[in-house]
Structures are given as structure tokens and as C-alpha cells.
């Protein structure tokens, strides 16, 4: 007997999203059901197309179907749309996702971490951009090889709009493509939070479904207006498991925390984890002390997303502008695994429904 799109649905309303801890169907997860007379077919729609639990769900959903398939082939679809939830809103209103890359410390490796995050989650399919706010040191140009780049300007509704470069799939806007190469601008809080909301709002971003914003380290006026200008969906901190470097990014993390600011804190990412020798990957060497980072997220009660080791390779790459997760070895796996955990943060920090906000300071 023909068997029923009201009994496929059945059968997948027993398959849970382990991260989202609800079944498949509840979710509104599935799609594009059709019964023939040879074939079942229908498509999951994940969070992010950097889930890493594709394939854990497709084979709960083959192993719900398979017993009342009457020995139909059975064709699983994965396919994705990330989830948001933001208002709706002028400003930027096709990004998804706004997320605030931040240090407590200068020089842990946050631009480095934004980067490599960046073009891992566009390697998935994802649409990423980066806004580099980082006035004391903005370090994307480079790190992308495009210092010599100028974003170009349209006119739209009478108003002047920046086109973002795009390179390795990922569109970026930094403060650096705003000042004269080799003249050192002093930027003062105002001039820097005035180019950052420019950033926001006179640019054509389009649609994204994650935008990363490289921070100043520490906490600045940057900090603030961000939070005040757009909804952040979440931070994530980067240090190193140094104690010095700990201290100070649990002042940034506090700063996330206060009550009038109130950004979700979406983990802690350690960097610089241990030294490896490219050829001795198995060789690890210590030198800032043993999992800081992953004791300070213990202590905070926030997710741990990951280590990344010291590695020649990574300040290289950094230097010569083409981002280490573009090339095989251990740091595009560190850094993959790294975008898979930032992704599915994410879609369980929206799986929460609650609405994401800009912060209104009296
Ligand atoms: N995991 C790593 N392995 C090797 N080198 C790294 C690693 N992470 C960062 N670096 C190098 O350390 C230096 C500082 O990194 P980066 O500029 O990303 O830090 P930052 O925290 O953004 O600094 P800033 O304080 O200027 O914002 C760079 O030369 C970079 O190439």
C-alpha cells in the first residue's frame, strides 16, 4: 500500500535535532515531500549549512523512514537556511546574524580568528561578511590582500552607499580601506564610531547570513556603538590560555554580561592553544600555559568553540593575505571545526526565540 505524507511525517516527528532538542517536524524542518511509485524523497532544512550534525540527522531520519517505506529508495535532501531573529529593520535588513568578534587583550589573535571563521563558514555555503572596526589595528586588508583595494560607491534613494570588497567569498569593509596607507590616523572615539556607523548603515551588504564584527580589544566607545546601532546576535571571545590574556578577556566577557547591554555570549575561543611544528602535529608545546580558555568558559558557564594551536603556517598565511583555512592540514580543521561551533551556537541562541536587541543607554 501507498504509504502517506501524514505518515512520513509521523515517522520524523520521532527524529530530534539534538542540538535544538525538539523533533524535526516541530522544527518545520521538512520540506518538499513526494511519494511515487519508486521513490520517497524530501528535504531537511538545517540552521546552517555548517551543521555538524548533517549527517547524524540524516541517518535518525533514513532509520525513521526505512520500516514503513514499503521498499521505496529513499532520498534525503539536506539543505539549509539560517535562522535569524531579528526584527525587522532598516538597517542592514537581508543580515541574518550579526556577530561581535572580541578580545580582552591586544594581539591574542582575534583579527586572525575573524578571518580564517569567515572564509571556513563561506567554505560551507554560508553568505559572510566581515566589518573591521578594529581602529587600533585594522589588520583584514592584509589578512585578505586587498590593502590596496578602495570600496566602491553607488547612489541609491539620493544617498552614497559602499560596496564592500569581496575576497574569498566573504564581503569585508574595514577602517583601514578609510585612512591614507602608511599615515597614521589617531582615531578619536567619535571619528571611529562615526566610520563604524557608516559601516552599518550606508553600505550594501545585501543578504548574509552571518556578519562578523573585528573589535577593538578591550572595551571602547566601538563596543558601545555597535551594540547601540545594530542588534548583536551574539559575542564570541578570543584569548589566548595565557593568564595575563585571560584576565583581561574576562573584563570583556563581563562587559557583554552587564544588564544594560545584555549581548548573548555565544563562547570563549582559545588561541595560540600550544605551539605544534607543522611536520609534528602530534608534538604539542604549552608555552602560554594548559586550557585557560576552556576553564574561563567553565567558570562563566558559556560554551568552549574551540583551540587553535600556534602554527607557523597561520601568521604566514595572515601576512600574505590568503587566510590559513584555504589550505589542508591541521589549521583548516581546527578552523572548521571552529565555524561548525559558532554556526551551531547560533542557531541555538535563535532556537530560544528571543528576539535580539539594539541597546537603548539613558
Ligand atoms: N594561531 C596562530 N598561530 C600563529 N600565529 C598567529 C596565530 N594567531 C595569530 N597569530 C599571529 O599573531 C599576530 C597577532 O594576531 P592578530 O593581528 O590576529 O591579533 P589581534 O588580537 O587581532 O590583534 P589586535 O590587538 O591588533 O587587534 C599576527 O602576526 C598573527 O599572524
Redesign the pocket.
Known amino acids: 500500500m501507498k504509504i502517506t505524507e501524514k505518515e512520513v511525517l509521523q515517522a520524523l516527528s520521532k527524529v530530534q535535532d539534538p542540538d535544538l532538542k525538539k523533533d524535526l517536524v516541530t522544527l518545520g524542518m521538512i520540506e518538499n515531500i513526494k511519494i511515487t511509485a519508486e521513490e520517497l524523497s524530501l528535504s531537511v532544512v538545517l540552521t546552517t549549512p555548517a551543521c555538524p550534525l548533517k549527517e547524524v540527522i540524516k541517518k535518525d531520519c533514513l532509520a525513521a523512514l526505512e520500516p514503513i517505506a514499503n521498499g521505496l529508495n529513499i532520498n534525503i535532501d539536506m539543505t539549509s537556511n539560517v535562522t535569524s531573529v531579528r526584527s525587522k529593520s532598516l538597517i542592514m535588513p537581508n543580515v541574518k546574524n550579526i556577530i561581535a568578534v572580541a578580545?580582552g587583550k591586544?594581539?591574542?589573535?582575534?583579527?586572525?580568528?575573524t578571518a580564517n571563521l569567515a572564509v571556513a563558514l563561506a567554505k560551507t555555503g554560508a553568505s559572510v561578511g566581515i566589518i573591521d572596526a578594529?581602529i587600533?589595528?585594522p589588520?583584514i586588508p592584509t589578512m585578505f590582500d586587498c590593502e590596496h583595494e578602495q570600496p566602491n560607491m553607488v547612489e541609491e534613494n539620493g544617498k552614497n552607499m559602499l560596496i564592500p570588497i569581496e575576497k574569498y567569498g566573504v564581503k569585508l569593509l574595514s577602517i583601514g580601506f578609510l585612512t591614507p596607507k602608511d599615515n597614521a590616523i589617531i582615531w578619536r572615539g567619535p571619528m571611529a564610531s562615526s566610520a563604524l556607523k557608516q559601516f552599518i548603515s550606508d553600505v550594501k551588504w545585501g543578504e548574509l547570513d552571518y556578519l562578523l564584527i573585528?573589535l577593538?580589544?578591550g572595551t571602547s566607545d566601538i563596543h558601545l556603538t555597535l551594540v547601540q546601532s545594530v542588534p548583536v546576535t551574539g559575542a564570541v571571545i578570543?584569548t589566548t590560555p595565557q593568564k595575563v590574556a585571560i584576565a583581561d578577556a574576562q573584563k570583556g566577557l563581563s562587559m557583554f554580561r552587564q544588564p544594560q547591554i545584555n549581548v548573548p555570549l555565544l563562547g570563549v575561543i582559545e588561541?595560540?592553544a600550544y605551539f605544534t611544528p607543522e611536520e609534528l602535529p602530534e608534538n604539542k608545546y604549552y608555552l602560554f600555559g594548559q586550557d585557560g580558555g576552556k576553564k574561563m568558559a567553565e567558570k562563566y558557564d558559556i560554551p568552549f568553540l574551540g583551540e587553535?594551536?600556534?602554527?607557523?603556517s597561520?601568521?604566514e598565511s595572515?601576512?600574505s593575505g590568503y587566510p590559513a583555512v584555504m589550505k589542508d592540514g591541521v589549521t583548516e580543521e581546527a578552523f572548521s571545526e571552529l565555524a561548525q561551533n559558532v554556526a551551531r551556537r547560533v542557531a541555538i541562541r535563535n532556537a530560544s526565540k528571543e528576539k535580539t536587541k539594539i541597546v537603548q543607554m539613558n
Do not use: E, Y
Open positions: 578580545s591586544g594581539g591574542v589573535g582575534k583579527s586572525t580568528v578594529d587600533f589595528g589588520s573585528d577593538p580589544p578570543v588561541n595560540m587553535i594551536p600556534l602554527v607557523q597561520i601568521r595572515g601576512d
